[in-house]
C-alpha cells in the first residue's frame, strides 16, 4: 500500500528518473560540445558513446530528428523494372 507521500509525489509530475535523465542530457551535450569545439586537446573520448547517450536521453523526451526529404511525408517504394532481366530463368 503506498503511502501519501508517495502518492503526492507521482501528482507533481517530477521524479527521480526525470531528473537523471535531464542530468544525463545536459552531461552529454555538454561533453560532445567541448569534444568538438576543441577546449581540451589532450581529452580523448569515444564520441560515439555519448551521442547515443545524448539521443537516447532526448529521446526518452520525445524529441527526434527530423528526417530528410519531402517534408518527413511516406516515402514511394522504388520502382523495379525487371521485364529485360534473364535472372532465374534457364
Not at 520525445?62 to 521485364?83: C, T, V
Amino acid at each position: 500500500m503506498a503511502s501519501n507521500n508517495e502518492e503526492h509525489d507521482e501528482k507533481e509530475g517530477i521524479s527521480i528518473a526525470d531528473v537523471v535523465k535531464c542530468m544525463v542530457l545536459f552531461w552529454s551535450a555538454t561533453l560532445l560540445t567541448v569534444s568538438y569545439l576543441g577546449f581540451f586537446p589532450q581529452m580523448k573520448m569515444d564520441n560515439t558513446f555519448v551521442a547515443s547517450l545524448l539521443t537516447g536521453a532526448m529521446a526518452s523526451f520525445g524529441i527526434e530528428r527530423k528526417s530528410n526529404g519531402n517534408g518527413g511525408g511516406s516515402k514511394k517504394p522504388p520502382i523495379i523494372d525487371n521485364k529485360d532481366t534473364k535472372a532465374g530463368i534457364q
